[in-house]
């Protein structure tokens, strides 16, 4: 096991031939953010919001399907489609408000299997339960240490 994964820290890295491209790198997984179309106005690939997006939508369906394992209940498949929006506040005249941030996620849940109305209504619930998602609107501080 490498020192990386002993400390549990993920990599990532760009080099000046190719500044837009990033390569990110969790244990043995490598990954790629590509944003060298942004001058074009092309998704050359999948861009830092998207990972985001990624981990959210990941966690809320594995988080359903162990929930639903647990209670035993007939959850066949759990998909979530994701979007990131910012909103401009106007002129933040709200900025106290929680609701009236700069950025906004929107979930749209579908669920199968033969689920009662009970049981769709407490999985809605459950959904807005993992942890990715309270990480996310609970808001996280991310200080920055310079290495030699």
């Not at 933040?92 to 109305?117: F, I, M, Y």
């Not at 619930?125 to 991310?142: D, H």
Request: with cysteine.
């Amino acid at each position: 096991m490498s020192l990386t994964e002993v400390e549990g820290f993920v990599t990532v890295s760009a080099e000046s031939t190719a500044p837009m491209v990033a390569k990110i790198q969790a244990g043995t997984d490598v990954m790629t953010i590509d944003e060298s179309g942004i001058a074009q106005g092309i998704k050359a690939g999948a861009d830092p919001y998207d990972y985001i997006l990624g981990a959210l939508g990941s966690c809320t369906v594995i988080t359903l399907h162990m929930y639903a394992q647990r209670k035993g209940w007939p959850l066949e498949l759990a998909e979530v489609k994701l979007r990131h929006e910012r909103i401009h506040a106007d002129d933040c005249g709200n900025c106290e408000d929680q609701d009236a941030r700069l950025s906004h996620v929107t979930k749209k849940l579908r669920l199968v299997g033969e689920l009662s109305p009970e049981q769709l209504k407490r999985l809605k619930a459950i959904s807005e339960k993992c942890p990715v998602q309270k990480t996310l609107q609970a808001g996280m501080k991310v200080s920055t240490e310079l290495l030699s």
